[in-house]
C-alpha cells in the first residue's frame, strides 16, 4: 500500500488532491466553492461541491454560455479508524451508498421526475500518493441543483401554519411520485426535503439510502409526515416504545 503524504492523525485537505476541472468522458465540470464541510463517514469521507460545465476553446477551457450551476457530491475512501470494521485496503469504489444514488438519479432522468435531482454525470478514479488514502477510490456524481433552502436552515416549525400546510401537501404529493418508480427514501430529515418559496415548489435530495417502495395507494400520509419531521408525533405510551424496544399493539 502507498502512503500517504498527508501528517498522521491531520484532516486531509480536499483542495490538496481534488482537481479543479474534471474530464467526465470528454465534459468537463469545474468545481466551484464547498457546499458542505469535508466529512468522515465509516470507510469514506465526503463533500458537496457547486460545480459548472466547460467546454473546450482552442487550447484552454472556457465556461459555457449558461449559467447553469450543478451540486458535485465527492466521496473518498479514507484510511480505517483503529478497531473499526473500515476497509483496510484500497478498493476500486463506488460505495454501496454511492452505487445506489446513481441508481436513483439516472431513475428520475429517465422518467424526467420534477421535484428530485437528476444525474447528469458520474466517475470513479483512483487517489493519487497525495490523497488520504493512496490508491483508493475517489467517486464523483454531477446532478442537478435544486433551488430554495432545505427545512432545517429554513426553521420549518417557525413557519407560518398556512405555509408549512403548503409544503405538507407539496411533499406527500412528491413522495408519492417517488414511490412510484420503486423508491422508498429511509434518510427521513427537514435537511431532505427542500422548499422553493418563490416557485412555491418542493424537493426532496439524497438518495443514498432507500428500499423498495409500496404502492403509493397503501401510504399512511401522517406517519410519513412524521418519520420526515413536518408533523409532530404522539407522546409514546412507554418510554420503551420511544426507544423501539416495544410496539404498541
Given amino acids: 500500500m502507498m502512503e500517504s503524504t498527508a501528517a498522521p492523525g491531520s484532516a486531509p485537505d480536499p483542495e490538496a488532491f481534488l482537481d479543479r476541472v474534471l474530464d467526465f468522458d470528454g465534459n468537463y465540470y469545474e468545481r466551484l466553492i464547498a457546499m458542505t464541510d469535508y466529512r468522515r463517514d465509516p470507510g469514506e469521507a465526503r463533500i458537496l461541491y457547486l460545480c459548472r460545465r466547460l467546454v473546450a476553446g482552442g487550447a484552454s477551457m472556457v465556461v459555457t454560455d449558461s449559467e447553469e450551476t450543478f451540486v ?3 466521496k473518498i475512501q479514507v484510511p480505517p479508524r483503529p478497531a473499526s470494521d473500515d476497509p483496510r485496503e ?6 454501496a ?8 438519479l439516472r431513475k428520475f432522468q429517465c422518467e424526467d ?8 454525470a458520474t466517475k470513479c478514479s483512483r ?3 497525495n490523497g488520504p488514502f493512496p490508491g483508493g477510490y475517489i467517486s464523483y456524481i454531477v446532478m442537478t441543483a435544486m433551488p430554495g433552502r432545505n427545512l432545517m436552515a429554513s426553521m420549518f416549525w417557525s413557519l407560518d401554519d398556512a405555509v408549512k400546510e403548503e409544503i405538507r401537501d407539496a411533499f406527500i404529493t412528491l413522495l408519492k411520485s417517488i414511490w412510484r418508480l420503486g423508491i422508498a ?11 422553493d418559496s418563490n416557485a412555491r415548489r418542493c424537493s426532496v435530495v439524497d438518495f443514498e439510502h432507500y ?4 404502492d403509493p395507494i397503501n401510504m399512511t400520509e401522517r406517519e410519513e409526515m412524521q418519520r420526515w419531521g413536518i408533523v409532530q408525533r404522539p ?3 412507554h418510554w420503551a416504545v420511544e426507544w423501539g424496544l416495544y410496539k404498541d399493539p
Avoid at 451508498?97 to 436513483?104: S, V
Wanted: one cysteine or more.
Fill in 72 to 74: 458535485m457530491k465527492v
Fill in 113 to 120: 421526475l420534477d421535484g428530485v435531482p437528476h444525474l447528469i
Fill in 127 to 129: 487517489q493519487g500518493t
Fill in 97 to 104: 451508498t454511492t452505487a445506489a444514488e446513481i441508481a436513483a
Fill in 185 to 195: 427514501p429511509y434518510d427521513c430529515a427537514l435537511r431532505n426535503i427542500i422548499w
Fill in 211 to 214: 428500499e423498495a417502495a409500496k
Fill in 90 to 95: 484500497p478498493l476500486p469504489g463506488p460505495s
Fill in 235 to 237: 407522546p409514546p405510551s
